[in-house]
């Protein structure tokens, strides 16, 4: 059984037991949370597709890290007049282990 779940403005295509990157979620380490923006599941040949979501439907998901991503850098340059700036930023992420998928 898949779903295909809205988070943090993405989509992710999930599964039961796989573990999985979203933006920053104001949960505990641990802790289990419910995601309700869920747009399809399927199981085999049979598909529930929402219009935009699937009515009923959840996964549920186990926190098991808060952390940043690798280091992105930036770097502007404009020709000929010296200028350059070089700049790093690194994301906020939570990493969640996929428990259960309902719907």
Not at 65 to 78: E, G, Q, S, T
Request: proline share 1%; aromatic share 4%; hydrophobic share 40%.
């Amino acid at each position: 059984m898949y779903a295909i779940i809205k988070s943090g403005g993405r989509q992710h295509r999930v599964s039961e037991g796989e573990s999985l990157r979203v933006e920053l979620l104001h949960a505990e380490v641990g802790s289990n949370i419910t995601l309700s923006e869920v747009l399809l599941v399927g199981s085999g040949e049979s598909v529930k597709l929402g219009r935009p979501l699937v009515a009923g439907a959840s996964v549920t998901a186990s926190v098991v890290r808060h952390a940043r991503a690798k280091k992105v850098l930036v770097f502007k340059k404009k020709r000929r007049k010296g200028f350059h700036k070089k700049i790093g930023h690194r994301q906020f992420f939570t990493e969640l282990k996929i428990t259960g998928i309902s719907g």
